[in-house]
């Protein structure tokens, strides 16, 4: 069964730096463009960035400059390194490929 499993969401603050992963099972991550989004309280889902399978990479403008996104392909798994958080970037983030989504995890930026 494909799945993907995301981690490393905690609460920060502004200022600080969060390293999210995404890990795939069932399917082979560097053969799809992956993607991670987000969800804010009462807002739509947004992309944030996205990694091809030859690794070029594009970022949502509210993320350039401050998050990077990456694959392992020897560990079948993505992250989404974000760096001076903002109180804006409080969301669950998910990680999105193959026609999958996992579960998403919480990051909460407060001070």
């Known amino acids: 069964q494909a799945q993907l499993v995301e981690s490393g969401g905690d609460l920060v603050q502004p200022g600080g730096s969060l390293s999210l992963s995404c890990a795939g099972s069932?399917?082979?991550?560097?053969?799809?463009?992956m993607t991670w989004y987000r969800q804010s309280p009462g807002k739509d889902r947004e992309w944030v960035a996205q990694?091809?399978?030859?690794?070029?990479?594009s970022y949502a403008d509210s993320a350039k400059g401050r998050f990077t996104i990456s694959r392992d392909n020897a560990k079948n798994m993505v992250y989404l390194a974000m760096n001076s958080l903002k109180l804006e970037d409080t969301a669950v983030y998910y990680c999105?490929?193959?026609?999958?989504w996992g579960q998403g995890t919480q990051v909460t930026v407060s001070s």
């Open positions: 069932g399917f082979i991550i560097k053969d799809y463009i």
């Open positions: 999105f490929g193959g026609g999958h």
């Open positions: 990694i091809t399978p030859y690794s070029m990479t």
